[in-house]
């Protein structure tokens, strides 16, 4: 029996490491079984409820290695969603690949923090050159890009915007009504004005409207390559021209979208995106990385030199005069997980080429799900996906006020989700609630997904049934 106090690294920690990770796959198993559904049946009252056998959780005496792993392994898969599960399809929530948890395993066992040198000497060059590749894929025709790893879409984006204000302390940002909740955030925790939002064509910003709203102020407009409600991508060869008309500097959000970079087919929707002055990227959606796993690529390297900060015990002077590289300034974070190490290897495993197939995949598979949705009378489609994100609800809305018809279709997302049969997702478009499937499963098919547009057919059936004063007369 493995001591619950044993060590990962070291000489022998792969051997406790050989005892214990199969005791975590058998609970894996066991729990998915036992869900054997996308979720958990009964909401959040039984999901707590499930965690009354491993009571207390925080023991005076400890339970031992094996069992605690073994009961919460299995605890967790029972009464989780799983991405891997073709109807867990709510948002950019993505299944990893098995390769990205297995290096998961190996930077875990050795921990390297990654805010200084000495703590993370080949973990932090590895990092180097695959940011490195990373901002070459961004911007090919650059001689000098960098990129720094992130949490994700929010922290880049926070990035993009300390850049432009360390340019810039007087910069506004401009966004469309389109953009991610965290451009509006960011400007918030930087100090600056609350962003000017600009109308859209759909899910797109108006090119017209954007000119229009670029004063003598100097700004930083933000675009957006994979928005969250659609997957739509601003036209961003225009925004670029705009941007370079007025004098403004320009961040591109592709946390979504911008893998598509990896596919010759998808490449044409980011015309323009290596033009801007920095990109956020997401591993963790296309990318197939456990969360987290953010990028945030700059045209100009020097750009990142923003990060800058001193701390004598992490990267005193004399030490990178003497040749140590300095992480500090790699992130706002000081400590920090290896996080490109397990992205490395994935790419290494795939090749650009590898991946840029994955994510043509899923789009190739949203487009056919929509054709599914369009031939089906009882669904009514919002419209042709551009990248993966599909838009859908039932036709029997279009019998209901329209206060009633969004009701319904909130009330058909968490009947589904109570079952744990699905987990959709919920975007307001046009004044109408509807559903929306997030499809980010490299190896599913559109066959895999029509039992789910019936399943929400029928549940649309019943919901009405419950409510028919709801329905407009006719």
Known sequence: MCEPDSLAGGRSGHERLAELIPVVLDGLAAGAAERDAAGPAGGPAAVAAALTGVEPLVPAEGVGAERALAELSRLLAANSVDPAEPWCAAHLHCPPLAVAVAADVAASALNPSMDSWDQAPVASELEREFVAAIARLCYPQETAPDAVVTTGGTESNLLGLLLARERNPAVRPVCGVNAHHSVARAAWLLGLPAPIVVDCAGERIRPDALEEALTAEPAVVVATAGTTNTGEIDPLRE??????????????????????????????????????????????????????????????????????VRAEYLNADDDTEAGLPDLLGRSIRTSRRPDAFRMAVTMRALGVDGMGALVERCCRTAAEVAEAIDAHTALRLWGRPVLSTVLFRPSIAGELTPQAADALVARVRRALLETGAAIVGRATLDGQLWLKLTLLHPHATAADYLGLLDATVASAGAEAVRSPEDVVAS
């Open 239 to 308: 925004i670029t021209e705009i941007c370079r008309r007025r004098g403004a500097r320009l961040h591109v959000d592709a946390a979504y979208g911008g893998l598509a970079l990896c596919s010759p087919a998808l490449r044409p929707l980011l015309d323009g995106l290596g033009e801007a002055d920095s990109v956020a990227l997401d591993m963790h959606k296309f990318g197939w990385q456990p969360i987290s796993a953010g990028l945030l690529a700059a045209r100009v390297a020097s750009d990142l030199s923003a990060l800058t």
